[in-house]
């Protein structure tokens, strides 16, 4: 049929295979919602002989990414290789050559974005990524759309599976990080190598890709403050639940008031999210002032009653906070082949009916244009704070960790010191839960703390999310 939208893969491994299925099994059911047959034409990948689920058929296979860019019974490529070199050289000869572009890959977005859209834009092709943040969950469409009356003044949000289910182990079960890791590769949820899953990177890039659709800023991945789980000690574990919270790798956007704003910027927005205030706006007329966006991925300790804290397993979740809508919440499975080959079809549909091409030239994503926000440094981000350090069993040693801080004008909500072993001599934990405070103040009493004849180890610190 001339109406047929045809559809290429590039790379069909776990999400692509899943792809493939849904676009081979469910035909008519995909024709039904777009108005039109959607055909799978070519599936592009590097060894055609290997066994695949669904089976392929073979005259649609190929090894060459240009039999899929430059067929012209091709409108869509689906690119699923990953990474940001092959991927990136698909992505811009397939708008190139006048195909609309489908992805997944959120570390292209965020390192590459402003050159893919504006190659889209100059070739007058979309580019669709929901299946690049949280799989499954819709966030894209509904920061994009359902939300779009609302300027996003916050986002929380739980953005990789494998850290999650590392955690909720941890927590739950006791596990150390090494077995809660080993489970996790057991049973799929994490790569041999898992290195950008544990260290924050695949949050970060996901994180890149909601500020640019929430607040307009290009951020580069080396402007998210990244702090991942694969150092985290079961101990802080036992002690954040002793003091009522739970550890969750959190992806956190938090922006500031407008200039000449002081205080809280948000009626019921969290205390957390106020950056420092600014000097009011000169009386005679200026431009409109730059918001600032703090953005930033690390583990924080959430009170056990707080929606995220209660998000378990390989699931994704994210907070939004939007100033008309309030707070919406949007939770699902992040990872995996039907998750997000879902998500993938979901915006082939999109193409097919024509949505997907409308939303995208309005949406005017990494355009460069001025969004009125800019990103800044985490340091102005006020907090309360989880402080556990390793000090020498001996007086004096709290009063001098709280100069410390008063030096900086950081006040202590609490104190927990548990009792020496019987046999004495070694150090010992200490957490100190503080009052609201600035990052970039505490960071500054930490430097302080650390060099402490008394202190004999590194700091450990969390943000807390109350």
């Not at 030239?361 to 800019?374: H, N, P, V, Y």
């Amino acid at each position: 049929m001339s109406d047929t939208l045809g559809i290429a893969l590039v790379g069909c491994g776990t999400v692509g295979g899943g792809v493939a299925d849904i676009l081979l099994r469910h035909r008519d059911r995909l024709a039904a919602r777009a108005g039109r047959p959607l055909a799978l034409r070519k599936v592009v990948v590097r060894d055609p002989a290997k066994p695949r689920d669904p089976a392929i058929p073979r005259h649609l296979l190929s090894t060459d990414p240009r039999a899929a860019t430059h067929d012209p019974d091709v409108q869509v490529v689906v690119e699923l290789v990953g990474g940001t070199t092959v991927a990136k050289a698909v992505v811009l000869d397939a708008l190139a050559a006048g195909k609309h572009v489908v992805t997944a890959n959120k570390a292209l977005l965020a390192a590459a974005g402003a050159e893919v859209f504006a190659a889209a834009r100059a070739a007058g092709r979309a580019v669709c990524f929901e299946a690049a943040v949280a799989g499954g969950v819709p966030i894209i469409r509904a920061l994009g759309e359902s939300l779009a009356a609302n300027q996003v003044t916050a986002i929380q949000a739980i953005l990789n599976g494998t850290s999650n289910f590392i955690l909720t182990a941890m927590d739950e079960r006791g596990l150390t990080y090494a077995a809660a890791l080993a489970e996790a590769q057991r049973l799929g949820y994490a790569e041999a190598d898992p290195t950008l899953d544990v260290d924050g990177s695949d949050a970060a890039h996901k994180l890149a890709v909601l500020a640019q659709i929430a607040f307009g800023v290009a951020a580069g991945p080396h402007e998210v403050e990244r702090q991942g789980i694969d150092a985290l000690d079961p101990m802080d574990i036992r002690f954040a639940d002793e003091l009522g919270y739970t550890i969750k790798l959190l992806a956190e956007a938090w922006t500031g008031p407008d200039e000449g704003e002081r205080g809280r910027h948000g009626e019921g927005e969290k205390e957390r999210a106020g950056l420092s205030s600014s000097p009011p706006l000169p009386l005679s007329p200026s431009p409109p002032p730059t918001r600032r966006v703090a953005l930033h991925v690390a583990p924080v300790l959430l009170r056990h009653t707080d929606l995220l804290a209660q998000v378990r397993g390989a699931y994704n979740a994210v907070l939004v906070h939007g100033d008309v809508v309030g707070e919406t919440l949007y939770q699902g499975p992040g990872a995996g082949r039907g998750p997000t080959a879902s998500s993938v079809v979901a915006d082939l549909i999109d193409l097919a009916v024509g949505r997907a091409q409308r939303t995208f030239a309005a949406a005017r994503l990494w355009s460069g244009a001025d969004s009125g926000f800019a990103v800044e440094p985490t340091e102005r981000v006020r907090s309360r704070f989880y402080l556990r350090l390793l000090v020498a069993d001996r007086p004096g040693v709290l009063a001098d960790v709280s100069r410390a801080l008063a030096d900086e004008g950081i006040s202590i909500s609490s104190v927990v010191q548990h009792e020496a072993a019987e046999d004495g001599g070694g150090p010992v934990p200490l957490v100190i839960v503080t009052h609201y405070a600035p990052t970039g103040r505490f960071k500054a009493a930490l430097a302080k703390i650390g060099r402490l004849p008394a202190v004999a180890a590194p700091a450990v610190f969390y943000s807390m999310g109350d």
